[in-house]
């Protein structure tokens, strides 16, 4: 599986950006998506994932409102709307896919992540 980022790039507080994640490769449902992102010097973080099946979304508590996901298209590709960009936005942005297999009582998850794409957001 290989996931390839675009759409970073430097905006100013108040602007919007829209990250594009393309996936190829063996991906079958069920499966996870999101956007994970780390700031210099902290941990890198969910910013939003989607469950391919029933397309529940779930954002990160600082993102809520501004930020959204959405998935579609025939080559797997999930993006990420994020509107009213703040400076603590700013980080390196990544693609994740969680692969799920079932098994009798949990799945097993396979990890999967894209290079990454930087967004800085200036004050």
């Known amino acids: 599986v290989q996931l390839v980022e675009s759409g970073g790039g430097l905006v100013q507080a108040g602007d919007s950006l829209r990250l594009s994640c393309a996936a190829s490769?063996?991906?079958?449902?069920?499966?996870?998506m999101g956007w994970y992102r780390q700031a210099p010097g902290k941990e890198r973080e969910l910013v939003a994932s989607?469950?391919?099946?029933?397309?529940?979304?779930n954002y990160a508590d600082a993102v809520k409102g501004r930020f959204t996901i959405a998935r579609g298209g025939s080559k797997n590709t999930v993006w990420l709307q994020m509107n009213s960009l703040k400076p603590d936005d700013t980080a390196v942005y990544y693609c994740?896919?969680?692969?799920?297999?079932?098994?009798?009582?949990?799945?097993?998850?396979?990890?999967?992540w894209g290079q990454g794409t930087q967004v800085t957001v200036s004050s």
């Open positions: 994740n896919a969680k692969l799920l297999t079932p098994r009798p009582t949990d799945y097993d998850v396979r990890d999967y």
């Open positions: 490769g063996n991906i079958r449902s069920p499966y996870i």
């Open positions: 989607i469950i391919s099946d029933t397309d529940s979304t």
